[in-house]
């Protein structure tokens, strides 16, 4: 059995059977790995869609990381005098500019009392005011451990979650690619350099 936490509370599912190697949907889903690659330079007459880059982020938000904490802030920038001071502070690449939109992955700096709070208040406003007594128990423990270890550790160990934010977000870029494709296959698998998507 496997237990989901949530705002409708906890609810029990059957576990989920392992996919063989073999299996089809194994096999989409490396396809669509396939489709995650570096872009080195952009259409900017082409814009992703807000629903793409919605699903995108719901993607990251959506991502598993230590003890729930989150500890990063996921930033989109659209405005166009921002992406191009980043991109002077980014070397001049012209992804940043020539792209529909950036996401800034920003990990937290250091974990503190309120920042670890926070968490436990928003669990609270969405769950409802009864988990509060629980969860104050759990993380005060953890604030236990957090908050005695220095400042570079925490940094560290915040970053490593960004990150698995940013997997999630890439995955979900590589599967709306991989959509996208099966509409125009087999052209766009010969011209996989030339599609107008990436996440950066």
């Known amino acids: 059995m496997c237990l989901l936490e949530g705002p409708i509370g906890h609810k029990y599912i059957p576990s989920i059977e392992f996919i063989p190697p073999s299996s089809k949907g194994n096999q989409m889903f490396y396809e669509k790995l396939d489709w995650r690659y570096a872009t080195k330079a952009m259409d900017a007459s082409k814009?992703?869609?807000?629903?793409k880059i919605e699903r995108i982020v719901d993607a990251a938000r959506r991502a598993p990381t230590s003890s729930g904490l989150q500890p990063f802030q996921l930033i989109l920038v659209t405005n166009n005098d921002i992406r191009a001071k980043l991109s002077a502070a980014a070397f001049g690449q012209k992804q940043i500019t020539d792209?529909?939109?950036?996401?800034?992955?920003?990990a937290?700096?250091?974990?503190?009392?309120?920042?670890?709070?926070?968490?436990?208040?928003?669990?609270?406003?969405i769950r409802g005011e009864e988990v509060r007594e629980a969860l104050?128990?759990?993380?005060?423990?953890l604030k236990g451990m957090y908050l005695a270890r220095d400042a570079r550790t925490n940094f560290e160990h915040a970053a490593r979650q960004a990150y698995i934010a940013l997997g999630f977000a890439l995955m979900a870029a590589a599967e709306r690619l991989a959509r996208?494709?099966?509409?125009?296959?087999?052209?766009a698998r010969q011209h996989r350099d030339r599609c107008e998507v990436s996440c950066a």
Do not use: C, R
């Open 47 to 51: 814009v992703v869609s807000a629903e």
């Open 99 to 106: 792209g529909t939109a950036v996401l800034v992955f920003a």
């Open 108 to 125: 937290w700096e250091n974990y503190t009392d309120e920042n670890i709070s926070s968490v436990v208040d928003l669990h609270a406003e």
């Open 136 to 141: 104050n128990g759990y993380y005060d423990n």
């Open 180 to 187: 996208a494709a099966e509409k125009s296959a087999p052209f």
